[in-house]
């Protein structure tokens, strides 16, 4: 059988990892998928820099992406550039021709899915999309097609390699965000600008993506609460871990009988947990099914080769479905175009969670009783307290409390209470918890 | 569209789980396939104690077998009757018929799959068996599908949840082997045989589909080495314990030039790894790929519904595939069939570990530079060495010893030639110790 023949858009990290995985195990993924996989084009704004990251692969590049895209000797598409504009048009262009399409660009799904996805089923084309969420793990295949058996009750991952690497080093040196991401970009583990990172917008991309296939909704990034790391504070990392608990930015999706959680932000989990304990630039995805419990898949959620595992791995189930009838493939969002919900993503003031709240208070009677007053007349109860003296001296003292599970709108109405006594004296930090299990 | 019909065999708990998540989940279910599926039938050897098992689920049940896997409006028999002999005659049966068999069945594919196999691809049908290996973890899916751009290079796993949570309570609360057990089987975590699971066959039976999934070889379960738990005991915990492992029942195969290995034993494991930090009765498998690097799937390895979640799993798939040409759908051992590999399963004496050593000897000079020539002589470097007075008196002591990796057939020889030492004054213990990175 003549081999699949595949263009790749873009010539940077992940595209590389492509060709030279594609080129190494040619044989094994040949033996897998009963057919060859070709890559016949290359399509790059700088060929020579292309030749340059492709090595001795021989493969043609050329600086005609619309050309590459409408090549008719070409079966699939792997869109490789990133960014939402130019991608989108490209990936549009390259079904309305009738390619099927593989790409890693989560920002252009979270943004652009429903009118990429509608446009690939009217054409009967594929969209394989494995490389963007946490990378060569396979979690879009484990929620779209392993748990198809359970109703998914909730997500919670560590989606971002850097602000792991980052919380890490925090963590386990005892210093300063600043710092650690200073050296982060020094190692190459961030960018110079490493703000879709830190500031949780790439973990909001692929939380949307894995809410809208868990849940059968749209995906609906415009509608995710992000919260990134910037503003943590090593003292709260010290302290969590003195109550047992570990920080970590967790992309959250979670089903509720009124509507979806989506969030992203610095989350409290159990020490003990598995992904507590996940370190670096690792990922790791907690799926809870109702049928099958918790479930936990770990791996690298980066990287030239990790990434292109997952490429390669859509490029193989398009090779092997491509001839099925369209409508028995595995539908883009999990669930039938015609069965998706309309259930509403939540706004934060609705979402539930626990705390952990730190307060700067002046050492005196009566301030820790006006402080629980004013959570429990909002029905906010006390999980622990942990008092400590201040490094600023004797006056003032640290007061960390963690709550139980709460609507967070009533705790901003705490907190801007609680923010308006004398007696604080300081911003205070409210961190949310979630003992995942 | 009609619903996809069902026979399920056997009324145990696994049968229990699966109609009782079909019905809960049915809308959930059709939203994703497309299409309802529905249980029609089930064969049950005791129809009274079936109906009690799947309460008020309103599916007929019958004690004839043969007559279910042969109704003509049957399109899928579900294999949970356990046992080699008539469950294989049953799936044979169904194939002949023309239907897709979806089993939970380790032992009957470690033994005949490839008799299995041949027959279903002869007939062109499917047989998912996701259930089989971790239960509900989509580990089999991973490791066709979601990693075909990988050459595989090593997968070991905690696949025995009763010996897992033996090992943690021994670990936990420093209790021996025979105390664990009996506790274990009056809360129901082990049989009341439990010899498949503590000898390690059920682990070595998951291992045996592994190797053969991510090698492209036949099941060749005959050929796996196998040790139990038994044996262990609580000093050896305590002091891998100390020396920074721990111990835990891994099923284990390994590519090397020369073949393959496949072995399930104890194992030291360093406490750092997620793996090592997996307990009670729940499932992990690492699989390393040279593209994607180290991946870790987590979660119930047994019990009525995740095991349930994995066989629905193959229900949906099977589902959404049967309309497609065989030839393009995931082979069953992940190769196509006429591209398998005749690499051998290795002999134990050739497989390559580091080694836990744990020497009772005489507290007198020149014992361990004996010991440690013995081992030079023999090419066996030492890691690290920790000796401990004996809990039996001042004149003996315990010398624990770490390896680097070396031949087994190498340390056997070694083993045999320490033992015959007079300063050495009991039997030897011998470990296996994978760094698994």
């Known amino acids: 059988m003549k081999p699949i023949r595949i263009a790749v858009l873009g010539a940077g990290v992940v595209a590389s990892g492509v060709v030279h995985v594609l080129q190494r195990n040619q044989q094994e993924i040949q033996r897998r998928a009963g057919r060859g996989l070709e890559v016949i084009a290359i399509a790059a704004r700088n060929t020579a820099k292309a030749h340059e990251a492709l090595g001795a692969t021989g493969v043609a590049t050329a600086d005609d992406f619309e050309a590459a895209v409408r ?19 490209l990936v549009l262009a390259a079904i309305e021709a009738g390619k099927h399409v593989v790409t890693a660009n989560k920002a252009l799904l979270a943004v652009h899915g429903s ?70 970009q020094r190692l190459g583990y961030a960018e110079a600008d490493p703000t ?8 909001a991309h692929k939380a949307t993506i894995m ?62 947990r598995l992904i507590a304990n996940v370190e670096g630039a690792m990922n790791a995805v907690v799926v809870q099914g109702d049928a099958v419990g918790t479930t936990l898949y ?63 208070v002046a050492d005196e009677t009566g301030v820790l009783s006006r402080i629980t007053t004013i959570l429990a007349e909002r029905d906010i109860s006390i999980d622990a307290v942990l008092q400590r003296e201040s490094a600023e001296g004797e006056r003032q003292t640290d007061l960390i409390i963690l709550t139980h599970d709460t609507v967070e709108g009533r705790m901003r109405q705490a907190l801007a209470q609680m923010q308006a006594l004398p007696t604080v004296l300081a911003p205070i930090v409210a961190l949310r918890k979630e003992e995942l299990a």
Chains 1, 2 share one sequence.
């Not at 504070?233 to 009988?257: F, M, N, P």
């Open 196 to 203: 879709f990172d830190i500031e949780g917008v790439d973990a």
């Open 298 to 360: 770990y791996g690298k959620g980066a990287g030239s080769e990790p990434t292109a595992s997952a490429v390669v791995a859509d490029l193989v189930d398009i090779t092997r479905l491509h001839t099925a009838d369209p409508d028995h493939r595995v539908p883009h969002l999990a669930f039938q175009p015609d069965a998706m919900s309309d259930a509403p993503i939540l706004p934060i003031e609705q979402v539930r969670t626990a705390f952990y709240l730190r307060l700067v």
């Open 211 to 272: 809410s809208a296939i868990a849940f059968g909704v749209p995906v609906q990034f415009d509608k995710a609460h992000i919260e990134g790391i910037t503003k943590l504070q090593a003292a709260d990392i010290r302290y969590a871990e003195q109550l047992g608990y570990r920080i970590k930015l967790l992309g959250i999706t979670r089903r509720r009988d009124e509507g979806i959680e989506l969030r992203v932000h610095p989350t409290l989990v159990p020490a003990k």
């Open 115 to 184: 009118e990429i996805f509608a446009a690939a089923s009217a054409k009967g084309v594929m969209v394989g999309f494995e490389a963007a969420v946490a990378g060569g793990i396979p979690i879009i295949k484990a929620l779209r097609e392993g748990l198809t058996a359970n109703r998914i009750e909730w997500i919670a991952g560590i989606i971002n390699g850097t602000t792991n690497f980052i919380l890490s080093e925090m963590r386990s040196k005892g210093l300063d965000f600043g710092t650690v991401l200073a050296e982060a």
């Open 71 to 89: 090549r008719p000797d070409v079966d699939i598409v792997v869109e490789l550039i990133g960014g939402t504009d130019r991608a989108r048009a």
